[in-house]
């Protein structure tokens, strides 16, 4: 084990005994990112010896799964990804609101069928109609809470740029 805990060091210790009990109700593809984290690094993958010419200092490199889901593989990525997002912000404060709308805003009458414009609703809706069309938010890829509100605010600040560009000339 390394001297931090990583995901890997816990699927290869409790990953196969999981497995076990769960057999027959895991979906393929959540075993194939299981198997690449645990393999990740590792011998199983393969490595190459890098050596020093100088000093004649060898260790051995294990080669990476690669996989989108590894943590240790994408890890410098996302650590890019997010200081090119700060690098981005304006010099100001940022605040996230989450709300909850009252239930005679949202609240639909069970009696209506089909698309029916309610008057604050529709608020809720377009905002909803908006976001979807920000083909980033069509998948739900987040690995983290916050870089899912980094795509919604830059979804929301796309919009008013459009906005704002169409309203300049
Ligand atoms: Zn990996």
């Known amino acids: ?34 198997s690449a984290i645990e393999h990740c690094r590792t011998a199983a993958l393969g490595g190459h010896v890098a050596a020093c010419g100088d000093c004649g200092h060898w260790r051995i490199a294990y080669n990476s799964c690669r996989n989108r889901h ?10 890019t990804w997010l200081a090119e997002r700060e690098a981005d912000l304006l010099p100001v404060g940022y605040f996230h609101v989450v709300f909850t709308l009252p239930a005679r805003i949202v609240k639909r009458s069970d009696r209506v069928k089909g698309f029916v414009v ?17 083909r980033r938010l069509t998948r739900d890829v ?3 809470i916050s870089s899912s509100h980094a795509w919604l605010m830059i979804a929301h600040i796309r ?3 459009r906005k704002i560009n169409q309203t300049a000339f």
């Open 70 to 79: 590894c943590p240790r593989c994408q890890g410098n990525a996302a650590r």
């Open 142 to 144: 987040e690995a983290t």
């Open 1 to 34: 084990m390394s001297a931090s805990l990583e995901l890997g060091d816990i699927f290869r210790a409790a990953g196969p005994a999981w497995r076990a009990a769960h057999a027959g109700r895991l979906p393929l593809q959540q075993l194939k990112v299981m």
């Open 159 to 161: 919009r008013v740029l």
């Open 118 to 134: 309610l008057p604050k609703r529709w608020i809720v809706e377009r905002s909803f109609a908006w976001l979807g069309r920000c």
